[in-house]
């Protein structure tokens, strides 16, 4: 087909009691044969989401998490392609109520914050990656491939907006990466 939508959702229960709720919307769009352009964007809701916090201590979250993706492939020709894509992923998360890890075995017991440090957080990485493919011969290759990661590093206290989160994150690259790699297959 041309043109293909999905949307899905799902419910599942957290280990405490919480709920967690995704939804999805997925689409690829085929012009024709030579060009796929595939994009996902996820919405993931928790109310009770259990993480570990360093030594007997774990804490549960309220959080909000998006992730978008956007993939773009072009067949040049048979033996020529090039593609793009994007990933972000941003997670805002407050905390909710703290537990420790019994001495003897047996379920967390709740209790009180271990200390007055916040353990809200928020991340926020993104990923660009540019391919280009040559089939110099039957297995001889030429690939060149260009990457460039971001990450937000967490701060506390502050509660940016998901459309910030990613341009902080394509804006500070921690990285960027050339590739150039020639595979060529000798005869015997």
Known sequence: KRVWFGVDADWQQEALGGNRFRYRVKSTWRPNDRITMVANIRLTERDAWLLYRGDRNFTTF????????????????????????VQWVGIKATEDAFFR????PGHLIEGPSPDAIPDDFTISQANVQLRYRWEIAPLSDLFVVYTRGGSLPNQAGFSPSFGDLFSDAVDGPLAEQLVVKLRYRLDN
């Open 62 to 85: 309220e959080s909000e998490q998006w992730s978008a993706t956007v993939r773009f492939d072009l067949f040049l020709t048979a033996k020529q392609q090039f593609g793009a894509a």
């Open 101 to 104: 890890l019994p001495t003897r």
